[in-house]
Nanobody, 117 residues
Framework: QVQLVESGGGPVQAGGSLTLSCVAS????????MGWYRQAPGKQRELVAS???????NYADSVKGRFTISRDNAKNTVYLQMNSLNSEDTALYYC???????????WGQGHQVTVSS
């Protein structure tokens, strides 16, 4: 079965940095577009960043210049490096594997990031 397992989150002070990792299994990772989403309490889930097999990236305006998405196909892992964190970044962060022609989306279980002042 497909599994996406996030790690690396937790509490961090405002202005600090954190890196999330998502290890995928059960997919041909190198062919997939991967992404990070987040959801704060009472808000909709939103795209944070994505990266496709050709290393094209997209970022939410709110994180441009602060966050960097990357991937290591040899490790089946996608990363989200987060710098200059602020309270607006507090959310549950989800790893996503985008579906293709014959398969659907897959999501990780979510990983909490809490930014304190």
């Amino acid at each position: 079965q497909v599994q996406l397992v996030e790690s690396g989150g937790g509490p961090v002070q405002a202005g600090g940095s954190l890196t999330l990792s998502c290890v995928a299994s059960g997919i041909i990772f190198s062919r997939k577009t991967m992404g990070w989403y987040r959801q704060a309490p009472g808000k909709q889930r939103e795209l944070v960043a994505s990266i496709n097999k050709d290393l094209n990236t997209n970022y939410a305006d709110s994180v441009k210049g602060r966050f960097t998405i990357s991937r290591d196909n040899a490790k089946n892992t996608v990363y989200l490096q987060m710098n200059s964190l602020n309270s607006e970044d507090t959310a549950l962060y989800y790893c996503r594997c985008f579906g293709g022609f014959s398969d659907g989306d897959y999501w990780g279980q979510g990983h909490q990031v809490t930014v304190s002042s």
